[in-house]
């Protein structure tokens, strides 16, 4: 009697315990696919947004050459827009880096001539008009940036952000360029 | 040359849309009117307020305008008639897998959800950008039933 018992109860927790480490086993199985399927997930889900970036980068690119072809501006705003060009360039590079990083296949540019259309740079006819175009792009830029912060990954929301202050930092210079008066309200982006 | 033509009239549609609509707010400010009716919100001709339409449209500029035009394809599609449409079916513009395999029409209702968070919508998108505040959600999804509208009359 006492041996049986012995027995049954030592048998039951051995089934008990290997049924605790089967389940943990199991668990940490799920849980360990499911933080891999997660990871997975939200590296196509930031390559996704990321070469939505670059392609705004590109664009930026793109108008501030054809801005500076147009042969409207004066040579001292040309300065400035080959500047800002510079920055948007840099802005691709990063955004390149991070998505090919991620294993993915970063955007690629449009022909100027696409961009030249998309951006009817036919209607602008002086340099105001270009101006404007670009205050609106970046502008719409840095409105952009910070949208898409909290659908990123938390790696890029540094770099996001950055892209943010520098589109930022253009549209006052634009602002200030066209004589518009400086924002009375605070949080004047996002 | 075909093209270009289509871009210079695309163009004037719009000035002449926004200008109508600049117009009349003046004349009739915080008035809710009914631009055309219609049975319900489902079909076009849709019910637009103007007051709305005109706050939509200024702030389309800034926070869509990064990446969307009505008549160009850019970052994002373009966006005359998207009101009422199916998801995802822009012709010429590559949409990610996520949008092309979304079954949805964009309604006051499905649009406010993609606003608020397009990666929890249609997870996989290219779309990341979140509009948080809903009374400019509101007025944004009001501009672009507004241009399906207007568009919806001048295509007779």
């Not at chain 1, 480490?21 to 947004?49: C, F, H, P, R, Y």
């Not at chain 1, 360039?89 to 880096?97: A, I, N, P, T």
């Not at chain 2, 319900?40 to 035009?69: I, M, N, T, W």
């Amino acid at each position: 009697m006492s041996n049986n018992s012995m027995i049954l109860s030592s048998r039951r927790a051995f089934l008990g315990a290997t049924g605790k480490t089967l389940s943990a086993t199991a668990l940490a199985m799920v849980v360990g696919s499911n933080i891999k399927t997660a990871a997975a997930a939200d590296a196509s889900q930031d390559i996704e947004i990321l070469n939505a970036a670059i392609a705004l980068e590109h664009e930026g690119i793109a108008a501030y050459q054809i801005a500076a072809t147009s042969g409207l501006l004066d040579p001292a705003v040309v300065d400035i827009g080959v500047t800002f060009q510079g920055h948007h360039k840099g802005h691709r590079d990063v955004l390149v880096k991070a998505v090919e990083t991620l294993g993915g296949k970063p955007a690629e540019e449009k022909s100027l001539g696409a961009y030249a259309a998309d951006l009817k740079a036919s209607s602008l006819k002086n340099q105001v008009d270009v101006l404007r175009l670009a205050l609106d792009l970046e502008r719409g830029a840095a409105n952009a940036y910070l949208g898409l912060i909290p659908s990123l990954g938390p790696d890029y929301h540094q770099v996001a952000a950055q892209m943010a202050g520098d589109e930022a930092f253009h549209a006052a210079i634009l602002a200030n360029a066209l004589g518009q008066p400086i924002p009375k309200a605070a949080l004047m982006f996002g | 040359m075909k093209k270009l033509s289509n871009v210079i009239l695309c163009f004037s549609v719009v000035l002449i849309s926004s200008s109508v609509v600049a117009k009349d707010s003046v004349n009739s400010s915080g008035r809710e009117i009914t631009q055309v009716t219609s049975q319900g919100d489902s079909v076009p001709p849709y019910a637009v307020s103007e007051q709305l339409v005109v706050k939509g449209e200024e702030l389309y500029k800034r926070r869509c305008g990064g990446c969307h035009s009505l008549d160009n394809n850019r970052i994002g599609p373009r966006h005359r008639d998207v009101y009422g449409r199916k998801a995802g079916t822009v012709a010429d513009y590559k949409y990610s897998k996520a949008l092309r395999n979304l079954d949805v029409i964009w309604t006051d209702q499905t649009l406010d959800e993609w606003l608020v968070n397009p990666t929890a919508f249609a997870k996989g998108t290219s779309m990341g950008f979140r509009l948080k505040k809903a009374d400019e959600r509101h007025a944004i999804i009001e501009y672009l039933k507004f241009l399906s509208s207007a568009s919806s009359a001048n295509a007779q």
